[in-house]
């Protein structure tokens, strides 16, 4: 039943109930933040032994190479055929990063900014004749919009669906406008909805035409191999650019900050021969390499992608208890089915529950009053603006269990409390 | 005795003994490259403990953070902590980066171009209105001079003295141009004279007054310990700039890349308090945090300042045969002192030769058809243009003492016969 279809009178029962409850969370003095989409230390102790792989006899590369050394800018070739086999992507369409692919996004997106790519002017030039775009699917991930935002672009909201970005909507922009230079993608386990793009997604960006020859996707594969129920890959955006040329338009990042040790990891990107080489070239004004001990720790401690997707599945083992219990929660704690509704993704790091309508700011508040920082108002928004005040990213994976159920069940309560006042107040009770 | 007094028979027959050396040395079917600033293995060699300073119960910071985990974005605070002591920099004033003090320098220069710095236009923007220039002390270092030619910055040589650049063209220059943004600055052993800047020139970079108010000096103190015979260190600048209110003025690099390991140390950038906070906002457009891991091993394994001083005590006892070796050498093979001049210094990575005007390009084509690179022709002046074409860089530290040795005796006799044929030359013989 709807919360909208129930009688005033049980509308105010119900508040009286939960408003106790409310109260008894708020006396617990709770100081608990379930906001942050990290590890917890349970998947972080999986990795133990890569502290022991290598030492003052193991710090030699395959060919050779003395990893403690400088050289070797573009990446060990043992780690890029590590994540090439993995990824299914080409050896030599792939550029080895540090610790970080957003730094590797920002990297790539200051080398559009201020040297141009193939040809085309730099965007800082093309920003001095008009206003540049981006298309942000929404809701999105606040670090990619706060890039866009910093360097002036105007942000452009994507419905994301159930199949990904609205196409109809994608490519009418993207065919008209040659001022939309790009759009954010997380193509699987979309950061927070989860949902994976479905195959004629995923064709219809490699194939579409865009009025910017320098439009530009940036194809945030973060959670690849980051399965929790089910392995639910998206479709290959490199071999669905093939027939159409349109790889250098693909900039695909990978990171294993979520595999070994986060922040301590290693990350790549991967684009067509064209992208590749410029970055390459460009990568000379910048560093002579990137830590290659970190890169042949990887490799010693991975070895193989066989071996990567037996960890993944040990690394579901310990999260997937965490969003049982959050789904599970979610279900037994709402009153109404109009209250919230919400995704269980098959991977990646979050789920997502969309509130009664102009409520989301007002539940945030309510938790946070009672010692609980949820998740940050409208951070899936670019601007930090959700038209609609009702996304609200959960990320499960780092607390203890005891602390997220705590965390979720004053969640459903104070989402519980701020939709039935919404609808009496809309009543005008 | 200079060449340009000896007799044109006596040139001749050094001449004739001479090319019979250098083409026993062909003969010899040589494969070397010495052109390189790289550590040795045996300084390598002397980190070996780093490689078990961590482990599964060793990855907690001081106040408890797991270092495996996200966060701590401007940098461990035991480890800036550490480089504050040593630096004698206020711990406020530092933010830590990745593994590599270019890339930090290359970070820090795209955000005055894309963003701006403290209410000044960002100089992509500026760039449009008029050339921006650049001031290049020379000899200097190429990654700089690659940078600011690749953001088509026009590079203006500014002499490199014998007490840093020359400070009459420096202070005249920036007074009345607003279009030159900044400096490059190796300020101690310079790369690659080795020279010193004197107090009086620190003094004066941080007092001259600067047409454009977001003028900067990027103080690039590669070799801030790395002393081989005495303890020459640069006047701090900060403390020189604090009475004229100029610490914004000031990016001091500095990074650990050849105190362990090459490419897997850790770098920082110290500056005003203003830059530092505009950069610490920036920063979160591109990364969580840089290694921490790595943060703690090298806070674990270096420990203190006196320990990193001792330490460096060792790699200068394997880097100082070698630069003797090379001191040596140049004494006894130049047949006449116009043959070449050049600087032994009191520590850093490279020793330069000044050859007889207009011979530094033949010697290197004549050493690399012998089977030796010692250097890239020119590369110690921007766009890689050397008005006398005389520098070059030589560098000590990598090859064994073998090799140096080969390398260095065929770059004498290159030098000595380039110098004898231009004289000859000159005198239309």
């Known amino acids: 039943m709807k919360a909208v279809n129930a009688s005033t009178t ?14 008894e969370y708020q006396k617990k003095g709770l100081n608990l933040n379930i906001s942050r989409g990290l590890p917890c230390k349970e998947q972080l102790d999986l990795n133990g032994e890569m502290f022991h792989v290598l030492d003052e006899d193991n710090y030699m590369a395959e060919d050779g190479t003395d990893c403690r050394n400088y050289g070797v800018m573009y990446g060990l070739p043992e780690c890029t055929r590590l994540f090439s086999q993995l990824l299914d992507i080409p050896e030599e369409n792939i550029v080895l990063g540090g610790e970080s692919s957003l730094n590797l996004m920002y990297d790539q997106f200051l080398r559009y900014y201020a040297f141009g790519t193939l040809g085309e002017k730099p965007w800082s030039d093309q920003a001095k004749e008009h206003e540049l775009k981006w298309l942000c699917p929404v809701p999105g991930y606040d670090c990619h919009f706060n890039l866009t935002e910093a360097l002036g672009f105007r942000m452009i ?70 399965h929790l129920y089910k392995e639910n890959i998206v479709k ?34 991967a684009s067509g021969d064209g ?16 830590d290659k001990l970190n890169q042949l720790r990887h490799v010693k401690y991975l070895k193989t992608p066989e071996n990567i997707r037996n960890h993944m599945k040990e690394v579901a083992a310990v999260l997937r208890p965490r969003f049982d219990l959050v789904d599970r929660l979610l279900t ?91 609808v009496l107040a809309e009543r005008g009770v």
Request: proline share 6%; hydrophobic share 40%.
């Open 275 to 290: 992208t590749i080489e410029e970055t390459r070239r460009l990568l000379k004004l910048q560093i002579f390499s990137h």
């Open 236 to 269: 290959d955006i490199f071999k669905a650019a093939k027939p159409y040329g349109t790889e250098d338009r693909i900039l695909y990042f990978f990171s294993t900050a979520k595999i070994t040790f986060a922040g301590s990891g290693v990350c790549l990107m």
């Open 332 to 422: 037994e704690k709402r009153l109404y089915e109009d209250v919230y509704t919400w995704f269980k993704p098959d991977g990646g790091y979050f789920i997502t529950v969309d509130s009664y309508e102009g409520c989301a700011k007002k539940i945030l508040e309510m938790t946070e009053n009672a010692g609980v920082k949820v998740a940050t108002a409208a951070s899936t928004y670019p601007y930090h603006y959700d038209p609609n005040d009702s996304n609200i990213r959960l990320a499960p994976t780092y607390p203890p269990m005891e602390e997220l159920e705590e965390a979720i069940k004053l969640f459903c309560i104070c989402a519980n409390i701020a939709a039935i006042e919404k």
């Open 157 to 226: 909201n994507i419905p994301l669906l159930s199949t990904g970005p609205d196409m109809d909507m994608v490519e009418k922009l993207v065919a008209n406008d040659p001022a939309i230079k790009g759009i954010w993608c997380v193509p699987q386990y979309s950061n927070p909805t989860g949902v994976v793009y479905s195959d004629e997604t995923v064709e219809r960006l490699a194939k579409m035409k865009t009025a910017a020859p320098d439009f530009r996707i940036f194809w945030d594969n973060a959670y690849a191999v980051h």
């Open 10 to 23: 049980q509308l105010k029962q119900d508040l009286e109930k939960l408003k106790k409850n409310y109260e």
